[in-house]
């Protein structure tokens, strides 16, 4: 089974920016779907974003369309959010996901995570 690892946790002003690396083992991570999500303290898991084997399919949630990109590096097991125009309501614990099946936005569609990283926005 594939082992996921997020790295690229930071403290950012509000508009600025920020990369995340979801860097698989274990597996291929082309084998997999790939999700984003954010949770802030005292809440559930949001989804963020999402994109499919080939990279062909990417979903993103509402709140972050426009502002962040999803993109994969098979050759480096690698996926990669890029956050642009951060705001405080960014900030969180991001974690990503993968899927062997078909995956959308639920976390119930993923089946390994991995442990999170931190993302602050001050304002």
């Known amino acids: 089974q594939v082992q996921l690892v997020e790295s690229g946790e930071g403290l950012v002003q509000a508009g600025g920016s920020l990369r995340l690396s979801c860097e698989a083992s274990g597996r291929a991570v082309g084998e997999y779907v790939v999700g984003w999500f954010r949770q802030a303290p005292g809440s559930g898991r949001n989804f963020v974003a999402r994109i499919s084997w080939s990279g062909k399919s990417i979903l993103y949630g509402d709140s972050v369309k426009g502002r962040f990109t999803i993109s994969r590096d098979n050759a480096q097991n690698t996926v990669y959010l890029q956050m642009d125009d951060l705001k405080p309501e960014d900030a969180g614990t991001y974690y990503c996901?993968?899927?062997?099946?078909?995956?959308?936005?639920?976390?119930?569609?993923?089946?390994?995570w991995g442990q999170g990283t931190q993302v602050t926005v001050s304002s």
């Open positions: 996901a993968a899927a062997e099946g078909v995956a959308q936005t639920l976390v119930s569609d993923y089946e390994v």
